[in-house]
C-alpha cells in the first residue's frame, strides 16, 4: 500500500503543481501521510520542492513539489523491421545516449546477446541503482505479461522468443515489452501532446495498422493483452481476403503497401511530394471510416496518428478531423494529429519502462525483479 501511494504521488508531482496540500486534497490521504512519504521520496532524492511562481495572496507562497529527472534513468528498446534503436534517458524523457544498430546476421539469440553487451556499457556509464529498468517497443502481437514477442507479420527472427526473461537473465535488470502502438501511446502521454488528457488513442499506420487505446488514463487491452486491433475491423464486408482469416479488413485498404499497390509510387513519402491528392483523400477516407467508430465506442479526446504516415501528414490529420466532426455523435470536439514523439523508437520503450515500473503501481508479474526500486 505504502509503495502504491508512492507511485500514485510520483504520477500526480509528474503532471505538475502540486503541494503537499494539494496532494493531500486530491488523493483523499491526510496530510500526515503525505509529509510522512513526500519525505520519503525527498530523501530518495525522487523529488524536490520550490516555491510556486506568481501566486496571489498574503504570505509566502506554497511549496511546490516536483520530479528530480535526473534521479533515475531507464534504458529503452525500440525494435522495428530492420534495424533496432537503443537508448539510455532520464525521467523527463531526456535522452542521455542513444544509438540505431543493424541486426546481426542471425537468430534472435544472438542479437538479444549483442543488445545486452551494449546495456552493460550503458550501465557503466551511472551507477547501477540509478537505472529502473528495460523497456522493450515491438511490433505486435507480443505477450506483454510473459514479455514474450509472438509472430508479427516479417518479423519471423524474433517469433515466440522471450526477450524479456533472456535480457534479466543477462543483466539482473527488470525489463517490460509492449507492443509498439501501447508503446509510442506511453511516449504520447508521458512526454507528448497527450500529457493532460485521460481519453485517446495512438493509432500506427505503417506496414499494418494499429492502435494503443488510453480510456481514463488507463491502457485498454482486453481479456488477453490483444485488443484494439484496429487493423483487422471490417471496413468492407466480403472485401479483399486479409492474413488474419477475415476480409476486408481495414488494413487490407489503408495500411501503406495496400494503399499505394499498383501505384506508380513505391512509398508514402512519395506520394506526399507528388502531392497526390486522390490517394491521400483516399487514405483520409478509410481512416475516418475506422476513426469514427473508435471515437464513438471510446468517446476520445483526441487520435494521435504515427508511422509512416506521419511524413507530410498533417494534411491528411486535418481531413481526417474535417470528416470525424460532421460524423461522430460524440458532444465534444475531436482532436486528430500527428505524433511528436515517434522520433525515438528508444523514447517509446524508455516510456513503457517508465510506465509499468515506475510511475504506476508495481506489478511483478511482469518482470523478473527481487525487489522494488524505490
Known amino acids: ?15 505538475g503543481g502540486y503541494s503537499r496540500a494539494g496532494l493531500a486534497k486530491e488523493t483523499g490521504l491526510t496530510k500526515a501521510t503525505i509529509s510522512l512519504l513526500t ?11 520550490e516555491p510556486a511562481q506568481d501566486t496571489a495572496g498574503v ?16 534504458i529503452g528498446i525500440g525494435l522495428s ?50 537505472i529502473i529498468g528495460i523497456g ?42 509492449e507492443r509498439d502502438s501501447y508503446a ?19 493509432v500506427v499506420i505503417d ?28 471496413l468492407i464486408p466480403n472485401g479483399k481476403p486479409c492474413t488474419c482469416g477475415n476480409h476486408g479488413c481495414l488494413e487490407c485498404y489503408a495500411s501503406i503497401p495496400a494503399l499505394i499497390k499498383g501505384t506508380k509510387y513505391s512509398s508514402w513519402r512519395e506520394v506526399i511530394d507528388a502531392n497526390d491528392t486522390k490517394i491521400i483523400e483516399k487514405e483520409a477516407e478509410y481512416m475516418s471510416d475506422a476513426l469514427v467508430n473508435l471515437i464513438n465506442l471510446f ?28 460524423r461522430t455523435i460524440v458532444n465534444h470536439p475531436v482532436r486528430v494529429t500527428i505524433s511528436a514523439s515517434e522520433k525515438s523508437k528508444a523514447l517509446a520503450g524508455a516510456s513503457t519502462a517508465m510506465h509499468n515500473l515506475f510511475f504506476r503501481p508495481l506489478d511483478k508479474s511482469l518482470y523478473k525483479a527481487n525487489e522494488t526500486q524505490f
Open 1 to 15: 500500500m505504502k509503495e502504491n501511494n508512492k507511485c500514485l504521488i510520483l504520477r500526480m508531482i509528474r503532471r
Open 39 to 49: 519525505d520519503e521520496l525527498m530523501q530518495s532524492g525522487l523529488i524536490f520542492d
Open 59 to 74: 504570505g509566502r507562497n506554497p511549496l511546490i513539489l516536483k520530479l528530480c529527472e535526473s534521479s533515475r534513468c531507464v
Open 81 to 130: 523491421r530492420n534495424d533496432y534503436q537503443l537508448g539510455l534517458f532520464d525521467l523527463g524523457g531526456n535522452c542521455l545516449e542513444m544509438e540505431t544498430k543493424s541486426y546481426l546476421h542471425g537468430d534472435a539469440q544472438l542479437n538479444a546477446q549483442n543488445i545486452a553487451e551494449q546495456i552493460e556499457k550503458y550501465r557503466g556509464m551511472l551507477p547501477d541503482r540509478n
Open 136 to 177: 522493450i517497443a515491438s511490433p505486435g502481437p507480443v505477450n506483454y505479461k510473459t514479455g514474450t514477442i509472438l509472430n508479427p507479420p516479417d518479423f519471423s527472427k524474433w517469433h515466440n522468443f522471450n526477450i524479456c526473461e533472456y535480457l534479466f537473465k543477462k543483466t539482473n535488470l527488470p525489463c517490460v515489452l
Open 184 to 202: 509510442y501511446a506511453m511516449a504520447e502521454q508521458y512526454f507528448g501532446c497527450c500529457q493532460t488528457e485521460d481519453n485517446f488513442a495512438y
Open 207 to 234: 506496414e499494418g495498422i494499429g492502435a494503443g487505446v488510453v480510456i481514463n488514463n488507463k491502457f485498454y487491452r482486453g481479456s488477453q493483452g490483444r485488443g484494439c486491433e484496429l487493423g483487422h475491423i471490417t
Open 299 to 326: 468517446d476520445l479526446e483526441t487520435v494521435v496518428l504515427g508511422g509512416g504516415i506521419i511524413y507530410g501528414g498533417h494534411r491528411l490529420a486535418n481531413i481526417i478531423q474535417s470528416q470525424v466532426k460532421s
